[in-house]
């Protein structure tokens, strides 16, 4: 099945769109962080979620995974009312959601390999030995094989964030979140996590909601991009739409352009740089 | 006007804060005595790990401090005693006072030391990594997963590290009731064994079963609460140890009050 980019109609079946966001409204203590977000995600789409830090985007990627509660709007999984249904249906539609977090969050108490089965041993009934070889699979499958045995804290940084991608990967996830998977790695790894992006979405047809703010990644394995600003979605389209936006605010982000406050801080800070120079200037005279 | 406010929101805020413990307490015991015959897993392997690490492994060190603890009472007592030729009640002075109070007490301290503040230290590292996100994402309850398995570990291994802590504080005292009060080790055994009454054995592990309690949900909730890096991890690991010799202290007046009136009758 292709991804269907085009096709946003409010079609709410299962057969329609993965998640479908509807006047998505979250607040922290009475700050209202995401002011009324509307998108649908189609089946084996990626989508990656731009935004600079404090923009809302990671908060919007914790409540598509159900860790914070919308304040009003909805979110739909699947065709089901994430924040509505019960714990136990949440729990079912967790089981096919994949999450890899910024830092990993590999349990540090345990192997990479007891990390990776911790999912199938809660939710499946499979026999130790099967377990075993699925967990040989999946660590195969980002690169890790060999790796069962390591502690967390004896993997490098890329390897910590593979091996977090093969723990989202054990149950044979639908959707997959990624949040941040190149920060803080060199550029290197980083281009080797997108290449296991792109692998996971031919192989598997997996849909796929990535957070960044790296640009060339983004551009690499995104279908549609959705820039969020300040709680809300300012772009939402396809790479191309999105290279060639006349938005304001999709150029400032694309082009690089600091925010204007931060511009005039800079001739601010000019100013007030030069005239002690000026000064200074002065006082070498006088003591000549 | 204002000072009463101050009193009302920091009650407010206790009385939220017992309220939280509760709840978590009451989320665990449901993982541990029912949620296992609604198809939930009873994590007993974690639960006996656990119990290892907080019971097991504290064995040596309580040991030690409850013999010198013992020590001390049968010194402290007999100066007294001394003076109305009455040395001989040293024994059962030694005996009532551990199994009464100091061996629950003595004993939920060295725990709270080794284990509460390990539970925060653990649990608040696990949120500040988002391992506990991870858990929730991967649909698998932190509480059944975490906190469940340590109420199990400190309800069973508290009261049996407080009978050994009674033992080893009437060892204590036997120290010095052979080497000073004419006793012969035998004797200064059936002594101790003669003054205590059932109720006080039972009194003392009745506290500390309710000690075990307070110390998990304490640590956990403090665990679970650590918003932040690192260093929040370090404040919840200081607020578990102070709040929960607070509360296990409160918790041993609120049970040695009712017992002694209970007692009356």
């Known amino acids: ?129 099967t377990v075993e070889i699925m967990v040989r699979l999946k660590l195969d499958q980002v690169g890790l094989s060999g790796f069962e045995d390591f502690l967390p804290s004896q993997l490098s940084g890329g390897m910590k964030k593979r091996a977090a991608v093969a723990r989202a990967l054990a149950m044979d996830p639908e959707i997959l979140f990624f949040d941040e998977p190149s920060a803080g790695l060199d550029p290197i790894i980083a281009a080797g996590i997108d290449q296991l992006i792109l692998e996971l979405k031919k192989a598997f047809h997996m849909t796929i909601i990535v957070v960044t703010h790296e640009l060339a990644s983004a551009f690499l394995i995104a279908d549609r991009m959705v820039l969020i600003n300040k709680g809300d979605v300012v772009a939402l389209g396809t790479t191309e739409e999105m290279k060639t936006s006349k938005h304001p605010r999709v150029r400032q982000f694309l082009d690089r352009i600091p925010e204007p406050a931060v511009a005039q801080e800079l001739d601010y800070l000019q100013m007030l740089t030069e005239p002690s120079s000026k000064s200074g200037e002065g006082r070498q005279g006088k003591s000549r | 006007m204002e000072f009463f406010g101050k009193i009302g929101s920091s009650v407010e805020g206790g009385l939220a804060y017992v309220g939280a413990l509760t709840s978590l307490a009451g989320r665990a015991a449901y993982f541990t005595f029912i949620g296992p015959f609604q198809g939930k897993p009873l994590r007993f392997q974690r639960a006996v790990s656990q119990a290892m690490e907080a019971g097991v492994r504290a064995l040596p060190i309580l040991s030690l401090i409850t013999f010198f603890i013992g020590l001390i009472l049968a010194l402290q007592a007999a100066y007294e005693l001394r003076r109305f030729g009455a040395i001989s009640f040293v024994a059962s002075a030694v005996a009532l006072s551990m199994t009464r109070e100091l061996g629950p007490l003595i004993t939920a301290v060295i725990v709270i030391g080794r284990s509460g503040s390990a539970f925060a230290a653990e649990l608040g590292t696990m949120r500040v990594s988002e391992e506990i996100d991870a858990l929730e994402t991967m649909a698998i309850n932190p509480v059944s997963f975490l906190v469940a398995p340590k109420f199990i570990a400190m309800i069973l291994m508290l009261p049996c590290l407080t009978i050994w802590a009674n033992f080893m504080g009437i060892l204590g005292g036997s120290l010095f009731g052979v080497a000073q009060a004419d006793f012969t080790f035998p ?43 690192a260093e929040q991890v370090g404040r919840s690991t200081t607020r578990a140890v102070v709040m929960s010799i607070f509360l296990v202290i409160l918790v041993d007046l609120v049970f040695t009050m009712l017992f002694y009136f209970l007692g009356e009758h």
């Not at chain 1, 980019?5 to 769109?17: W, Y």
């Not at chain 1, 999984?77 to 969050?105: C, P, T, Y």
């Not at chain 2, 003392?204 to 890096?229: Q, R």
């Open chain 1, 1 to 129: 099945m292709a991804p269907s980019v085009e096709n946003l109609g409010v079609d709410e079946s299962f057969d329609g769109p993965m998640i479908s966001l509807r006047d998505l409204r979250v607040s922290y203590t009475g700050r209202e962080i995401l002011h009324g977000i509307n998108f649908d995600v189609q089946r084996g789409e990626t989508l990656v979620i731009l935004g600079g830090s404090g923009s809302g985007k990671s908060t919007l990627l914790r409540t598509l995974v159900g860790l914070e509660k919308p304040t009003s709007g909805q979110v739909w999984i699947r065709g089901k009312n994430f924040s509505a249904i019960s714990e136990v249906e949440r729990d079912e539609i967790r089981k096919r959601l994949g999450m890899s977090f910024q830092g990993g969050a590999l349990f540090g108490s345990m192997t990479v390999g007891e990390n990776v089965a911790l999912p199938l041993q809660e939710h499946t009934k499979l026999e130790p030995t």
């Open chain 2, 187 to 229: 004797r200064y055994i059936i002594a101790s064994l003669d003054a205590l009454f059932m109720r006080d054995v039972v009194t003392g592990l009745i506290k500390s079963f309710m000690f075990g309690v307070t110390i998990t949900a304490v640590g956990c909730l403090e665990g679970l609460n650590t918003t932040g890096g």
